[in-house]
């Protein structure tokens, strides 16, 4: 009795095992799978898209439909498994060396499959373009400025505006495309011996054309200068000291202030312009066959003149 007892559990549980391998092996055979993707690059379209032609084969699908995606996941559209092969119209490029699409049965996890290839080189003959930027260089201006006229031809760029920077990126004003050719009024020197400009169109990257030309020698009628400083030696004081009456002419000097420096720039004091002539007390002799003042502007860049004279004998 317990012989045929364990020899009843025995082929039950070989049942089991049978039944259970049969139905793993049914569910295997009906799993979905897509093999054999490939692209077939097409023709270049004008707005720099191109055409592809796609085609797969496939096992168990489930259902009719199909998905495409590109980088990232990023979802293109879905289509029936009828219409392979497929062609995508105005694909667009990904700026990489290789594009990439990934095809995935609809509603089916795991059953996809990706595929890279080649980008082709398509151009866009709608992209924003500008060329032949020229500029003339117009009169010199009281202020050291002067006046430059800017033209230059452009297709597709997408909006009426265009911008002028100058070096390092610095912004001068956005224009009209109607106002060429523009002329700049007191357009600044850089103070290099070429002066320079970018014109790009508004808010379009990489639409943008340079250009460098030799800087004009336009001299401000308002610089800062000093002319005719005179210094008068005064009397010797008992300490060894003298006396020094300085004067000179100006012009613009934009403040009512001036420096004195001795040598190696050493600074002895700030005065009014109105105070001259100006005497200066206990002058200290530099100990040298001559002593030495240099006046400046003040907060002025070289707008100084500088003097010597024999020393006086204190």
Do not use: H
């Amino acid at each position: 009795m317990q012989i045929a007892y364990s020899y009843l559990v025995k082929k039950t549980i070989y049942i089991l095992l049978f039944l259970t391998l049969t139905s793993c092996l049914i569910e295997s055979l009906d799993d979905c799978s897509i093999s054999d993707l490939e692209v077939a690059v097409g023709e270049c379209n004008a707005d720099g898209t191109y055409n592809l032609t796609l085609n797969f084969a496939y096992e168990n699908p489930g259902n009719d439909y199909f998905e495409v995606y590109v980088r990232d996941d990023v979802f293109i559209d879905y289509y029936e498994l009828s219409e392979l092969p497929l062609t995508i119209e105005n694909f667009e490029m990904s700026g990489l060396e290789y594009d990439y699409i990934e095809v995935c049965i609809n509603d089916v996890a795991d059953c996809c499959q990706a595929i890279e290839w080649e980008s082709p080189q398509c151009d866009s003959d709608d992209d924003c373009s500008i060329s032949d930027l020229e500029v003339a260089v117009g009169e010199c201006n009281a202020d050291g400025t002067y006046n430059l006229t800017l033209n230059f031809a452009y297709e597709n760029p997408g909006n009426d505006y265009f911008e002028v920077f100058i070096r390092d990126d610095v912004f001068i004003d956005y224009y009209e495309l109607s106002e060429l050719p523009l002329t700049i009024e007191n357009f600044e020197m850089s103070g290099l011996e070429y002066d320079y400009i970018e014109v790009c169109i508004n808010d379009v990257v990489d639409c943008c054309q340079e250009i460098e030309w030799e800087s004009p020698q336009c001299d401000s009628d308002d610089d800062c200068s000093i002319s005719d400083l005179e210094v008068a030696v005064g009397e010797c004081n008992a300490d060894g000291t003298y006396n020094l009456t300085l004067n000179f002419a100006y012009e613009n000097p934009g403040n009512d202030y001036f420096e004195v420096f001795i040598r190696d720039d050493v600074f002895i004091d700030y005065y009014e312009l109105s105070e001259l002539p100006l005497t200066i007390e206990n002058f200290e002799m530099s100990g040298l066959e001559y002593d030495y003042i240099e006046v400046c502007i003040n907060d002025v860049a070289d707008c100084c003149q500088a003097i010597e004279w024999e020393s006086p004998d204190c």
